[in-house]
Nanobody, 122 residues
Framework: EVQLQASGGGLVQAGGSLRLSCATS????????IGWFRQAPGKEREGVSC????????YYADSVKGRFTVSSDDAKNTVYLQMNSLKPEDTAVYSC???????????????WGRGTLVTVSS
């Protein structure tokens, strides 16, 4: 059974940092990419970052480039999202999903983990 679980959210002041984790199981880790998505209240879900596990290619939304870093630990089947210089507009529920990604397209995100709430205070 494919499982993903996001964790590490919390309350942080603007300018602070958080590291999210996406623990996975039930599939061959390096056959896929893991995407991070977020959804703020009243807004549509948006893709934040994606890492292709097989070659460590990484992709970022323009809104987080230079502030967020995605990485993976193959031994733990876990993907991390290091978030620095957080802004109030980063406040959202962050979720991870299994799928595929390239520079211009993220697709096949069929399995999702329960999200974790990130709140950035001003």
């Amino acid at each position: 059974e494919v499982q993903l679980q996001a964790s590490g959210g919390g309350l942080v002041q603007a300018g602070g940092s958080l590291r999210l984790s996406c623990a996975t199981s039930g599939f061959t880790f390096d056959d896929y990419a893991i995407g991070w998505f977020r959804q703020a209240p009243g807004k549509e879900r948006e893709g934040v970052s994606c890492i292709s596990i097989s070659d460590n290619s990484t992709y970022y939304a323009d809104s987080v480039k230079g502030r967020f870093t995605v990485s993976s630990d193959d031994a733990k089947n876990t993907v991390y999202l290091q978030m620095n210089s957080l802004k109030p507009e980063d406040t959202a529920v962050y979720s991870c999903a299994q799928g595929y990604c390239s520079a211009h397209k993220w697709w096949g995100m069929d399995y999702w983990g329960r999200g974790t709430l990130v709140t950035v205070s001003s």
